[in-house]
C-alpha cells in the first residue's frame, strides 16, 4: 500500500522490474508480520550488490540469537502462565490477575520484537538492512515517546499515511486530538474487528489527547513539589507502564466485557497475597528471564554491542554460546505461534 | 575468514560449557529434597507410599497423618501425573527405595490421558529411569533426541525449577498444602456449570491395572481411594456413582469414595483440592478407616 501511495504521491519513482518488486513484496524474513519495510527504504537496496561480509554474518547472528531468546525463553514462558490466567481469570486472585497481565506486557513485546529481530537479522545475513522496529519500549516516560519506540515501522506508517494526510497538527488542537484519536482507533481496528481492540486503540488515543491536555502542568507541579528528575523520570516511566498494561488487558481478554471483568477484580485488591499467585514457580521463572532481558538491553543500550561483538571474538564467543545455554535450559518448544501472526 | 573461526569456535564453547553445565545441574537436582530426586537417590524409607495427581499430592495432611502413625509416609504423587507416569513413577520408586507396606492411590487421574507435556516435564530423570525415558521417547522423539545433543535441555522443565526451589529453601516437599480458600466467585461459577460426565481413558485404566499389579507382584498391598470434591461440583458430575462402579469393577478392586465427604465449602481451595483444614479431615477419615496404618 505505501509503494502504490509513494508512486501516486510522487515521492519515489515506479519500479520498473517485476523482479524487484517481487522480491520486495515477497522478501521471506519480514514477508509474516514485518517489521513494515518501504519501498523507498527496501527497493534501493535491491539495485546494488550484496557481496558476503562476515561482519553482516555475525551481526546478524547475533541479533538472530537475541529475537529466538526473547521469543523462546521470554515470550513463550509468559505465555504458559497468561494463557491460564486469561483462559480462567475467576481461580486467579486480585495479585494473580496483575501478574498475569504484566507478564503479558512482556510476553507481546518479546514476541514481536523477537520475530522483528530475527527478520532484520536474517536480512543482514544476506546484507539487506531493515528499519529498527523496537526501542526498549517500556522505559518510555511518554506515550508519544512509547510510540517512537513500540512498532516504530507501524507507529511510523500511520503517522505518514493517515494522521499528517488527516490534518496531523497543522489545524489547530481540537482537530489535532481528532486526527489523534481517529488515528489510534484505526490502529485499534487494524487488529481485528472486535470492540476490544477499538477500546484499545481509544485508550491510546485517550493517552496521548490527555497527555497533550496535561502538557507543562506536570512539569510545573514536579518543580512546585521539589520532585528531583531522576524520580519523576522513573514516576512517568511507571505511570506509562501501567496505563500501557491498562490497555493490554483488553487486547489480550478474550472480550471487552472479560476485560472490564478483569480489571475490576484487580481494582478490589482482593487477595494480594503473594501465596495466593498460582504456579509459582513459572512466575518466578518469568520474571528472572525479564529481569536478564532488561538488563541485556540497558546493557546495549551504553554499550552497543555490534561494535563489541566485532572487536572482541571473545565476547562474542561467549555471548553466543550462552545465549544458546540460556535458550537449551530456559526455553518453551511447544507449539507457540507468533501473536502478530494472527493480525 | 577470522569471523567464521569465532562462529565455530562459539558452537565449541557452547557444547563444553553445555556438558559442563549439565553435570552441574545433575549433582544439585539430586541433593534436592523434592520428592522426586528423593525418591532416586533412594532416600525414602516408609511404610505406605501415596501415588495420584495434584489430588493425592494435597489429599493428606502428612504431618498430622505421620503423626498419628508414627511412621513415615512417602507421597510420591504429582500435579497432572496420569497413571501411565505413576506407573514408571512407582516401578523406580521399588527399584531405588525399600519396599512400603501399603501403596494409596488417589485414582481420579485416571480420566486424564498422558500428554507430550506432562511426559516431558520428567526428563530430568531419564538419565536414571529407563521408563520415563521410553515415554519421553514414544511422546516426543525430537525432545528424546535433543536431550542427548544439548544436556542442559534435560534440565529445561517445571520439575527442575520445583527441585531447585526446595534445594534453595532446604524443605522437603512432601507436607503440600494449598494455603488458601475457594472464593465466592468460583462457587457461584461452579453452581452456574453444565453437567458434567466423566470418562475414563482405557490406557490410563490399563495403566492404574498395570500398578496394581505391581505392587501385587511385590508384596505391596493397595489401596484405591476417590478423594473430596467442593460439594457443588460433585453434584455437578452426573455418572459420579457409575463412573466408580465401573472403576471399581475394571481395576477389580474397589475405590473408595469419598468424594462426598467433606460438604463445608470452607474445607476447599479450589473446586477439586481441599486445603489444609480439608486435608486434615479427610486424613482423620482415612485413619479411621484404616485405610491410613
Given amino acids: 500500500m505505501s509503494y502504490t501511495i509513494d508512486v501516486y504521491r510522487r515521492e519515489i519513482r515506479m519500479e520498473p522490474s517485476l523482479l524487484r518488486f517481487a522480491t520486495f513484496i515477497a522478501f521471506f524474513p519480514q514477508l509474516v508480520a514485518g517489521p513494515i519495510v518501504r519501498a523507498r527504504d527496501f527497493l534501493p537496496q535491491l539495485h546494488s550488490d550484496h557481496p558476503f561480509h562476515w561482519d553482516n554474518v555475525v551481526t546478524g547472528t547475533g541479533l538472530v540469537l537475541a529475537g529466538y531468546f526473547k521469543k523462546v525463553v521470554v515470550a513463550d514462558g509468559a505465555a504458559l502462565i497468561v494463557d491460564r490466567i486469561f483462559d480462567q481469570p475467576s481461580l486467579q486472585s486480585s495479585l494473580g490477575l496483575a501478574v498475569g497481565v504484566v507478564l503479558y506486557a512482556f510476553q507481546i513485546y518479546c514476541d514481536f520484537s523477537g520475530y522483528s529481530d530475527i527478520a532484520i537479522g536474517l536480512a543482514r545475513v544476506m546484507g539487506f538492512e531493515f528499519p529498527e522496529n523496537f526501542r526498549t519500549p517500556y522505559i518510555s516516560k511518554s506515550f508519544s515517546e512509547f510510540w517512537q519506540r513500540w512498532h516504530i515501522s507501524l507507529s511510523s506508517w500511520l503517522r505518514d499515511y493517515l494522521y499528517i494526510p488527516l490534518g496531523g497538527n497543522r489545524d489547530g488542537t481540537f482537530h489535532t486530538y481528532r486526527n489523534l484519536m481517529i488515528t489510534m482507533l484505526l490502529g485499534g481496528l487494524w487488529h481485528g474487528a472486535d470492540w476490544k481492540f477499538v477500546i484499545w486503540g481509544g485508550l491510546h488515543g485517550m493517552y496521548l489527547v490527555v497527555q497533550r491536555l496535561i502538557g507543562n502542568r506536570w512539569q510545573r507541579l514536579r518543580t512546585a513539589l521539589y520532585i528531583p528528575n531522576w524520580l519523576s523520570g522513573y514516576i512517568s516511566m511507571a505511570l506509562v507502564f501501567a496505563l500501557t498494561c491498562l490497555a493490554w488487558v483488553f487486547f489480550r481478554a478474550h472480550s471487552a466485557g472479560e476485560a472490564w471483568e478483569i480489571i475490576g477484580r484487580i481494582a478490589t485488591l482482593d487477595g494480594i497475597d503473594p501465596g495466593s499467585i498460582r504456579n509459582k514457580i513459572l512466575v518466578a521463572k518469568s520474571f528472572f528471564v525479564i529481569g536478564l532481558l532488561l538488563v541485556a538491553e540497558e546493557f546495549n543500550r551504553l554499550v552497543p554491542l555490534n561494535p563489541l561483538l566485532l572487536r572482541s571474538p571473545a565476547f562474542c564467543i561467549f555471548s553466543f554460546a550462552g545465549i544458546l545455554w540460556l535458550i537449551s535450559l530456559l526455553g518453551n518448544f511447544g507449539s507457540n505461534q507468533f501473536i502478530y501472526f494472527q493480525f | ?293
Fill in chain 2, 1 to 293: 575468514m577470522k569471523r567464521g573461526i569465532t562462529l565455530l569456535l562459539a558452537v565449541v564453547a557452547f557444547f563444553f560449557g553445555d556438558r559442563i553445565g549439565g553435570g552441574v545441574l545433575e549433582n544439585l537436582l539430586y541433593r534436592s529434597p523434592q520428592r522426586f530426586p528423593a525418591m532416586y537417590s533412594g532416600r525414602f524409607d516408609a511404610d505406605t507410599v501415596v501415588l495420584g495427581s495434584s489430588r493425592g499430592v494435597m489429599a493428606l495432611d502428612q504431618p498430622f497423618a505421620e503423626e498419628q502413625l508414627g511412621k513415615p509416609i512417602a507421597n510420591i504423587s504429582h500435579n497432572g501425573m496420569p497413571p501411565r507416569i505413576a506407573r514408571a513413577i512407582f516401578d523406580d520408586y521399588l527399584e531405588h527405595n525399600r519396599k512400603p507396606k501399603r501403596l494409596i492411590i488417589e485414582v481420579s487421574n485416571v480420566t486424564a490421558p498422558t500428554s507430550e507435556e506432562t511426559v516431558l516435564d520428567y526428563k530430568p530423570f531419564w538419565d536414571r529411569s529407563e521408563r520415563l525415558r521410553e515415554l519421553g521417547q514414544e511422546f516426543s522423539p525430537l525432545t528424546a533426541a535433543a536431550s542427548r545433543v544439548t544436556h542442559l535441555y534435560r534440565y529445561n522443565s517445571e520439575m527442575f525449577l520445583r527441585a531447585m526451589s526446595y534445594l534453595a529453601s532446604g524443605n522437603s516437599d512432601q507436607a503440600s498444602f494449598m494455603r488458601m480458600q475457594i472464593t465466592p466467585e468460583l462457587i457461584q461459577e461452579t453452581e452456574g456449570m453444565e453437567p458434567i460426565k466423566l470418562t475414563a481413558d482405557p490406557q490410563e485404566v490399563e495403566a492404574l491395572r498395570g500398578i496394581i499389579d505391581d505392587a501385587r507382584a511385590a508384596g505391596v498391598d493397595v489401596q484405591l481411594i476417590y478423594a473430596p470434591y467442593l460439594p457443588t461440583y460433585a453434584a455437578k458430575i452426573e455418572n459420579l456413582d457409575a463412573f466408580l462402579a465401573e472403576l471399581s469393577q475394571c481395576l477389580g478392586q474397589e475405590v473408595h469414595d469419598f468424594s462426598r465427604l467433606l460438604p463445608d465449602t470452607n474445607d476447599f481451595a479450589d473446586r477439586v483440592h481441599m486445603n489444609p483444614t480439608g486435608a486434615r479431615k479427610f486424613t482423620q477419615q482415612l485413619l479411621d478407616r484404616g485405610i491410613l496404618q
